[in-house]
């Protein structure tokens, strides 16, 4: 699979550490940065490219780091197409896939620990969408909005 990666300086430590176990799982990973730590630099400069990435098509999935995750999530999801959550506790990175096709895990680099971030990545990366005919009928419902913004 080949899978994105971004982060600010939050998130950096975590990114660099996930980025080399998801190597070693035989996946393809892009990485968006940030290519150096600085503590002044942006997180939407980093996970915006990294959720148009997943938007495209040019990555699979994505996983964005910002220091709570937060900002993080907030940013991928205002790209369109975009499924990103917060996800701290490993029955959420599965059914958020299985259920609602979440395409990009959101971490927060200052409160998920390297041993939690990493059984989160991998139930995420190892997750299908199971496609249930409720499943498609609540995305169709969210693409629309896309396409439609609220009044």
């Known amino acids: 699979m080949r899978v994105g990666l971004a982060a600010d300086h939050g998130g950096f430590e975590l990114k660099e550490q996930l980025k080399e176990e998801i190597q070693a799982l035989g996946h393809e990973v892009v990485d968006f940065?940030?290519?150096?730590?600085?503590?002044a630099d942006?997180?939407?400069?980093?996970?915006i490219p990294l959720a148009q990435a997943v938007a495209e098509g040019r990555v699979e999935r994505g996983i964005a780091i910002c220091g709570s995750g937060v900002g993080a999530s907030i940013a991928a999801n205002k790209v369109p197409g975009v499924r990103a959550?917060?996800?701290?506790?490993?029955y959420s990175a599965r059914q958020?896939?299985?259920?609602?096709?979440?395409?990009?895990?959101?971490?927060?680099?200052?409160?998920?620990c390297f041993a939690l971030a990493w059984e989160l990545v991998k139930t995420f990366l190892a997750a299908r969408f199971?496609?249930?005919?409720?499943?498609?009928?609540?995305?169709?419902?969210?693409?629309?909005?896309?396409?439609?913004p609220v009044a």
């Open 33 to 39: 940065g940030a290519l150096e730590y600085n503590p």
């Open 42 to 47: 942006d997180f939407p400069d980093f996970v």
């Open 85 to 90: 959550a917060l996800i701290t506790e490993i």
């Open 96 to 112: 958020g896939v299985e259920h609602d096709d979440m395409n990009v895990l959101c971490l927060g680099g200052r409160v998920t």
């Open 130 to 148: 199971q496609g249930a005919a409720r499943h498609r009928r609540r995305l169709e419902k969210i693409h629309r909005l896309e396409e439609r």
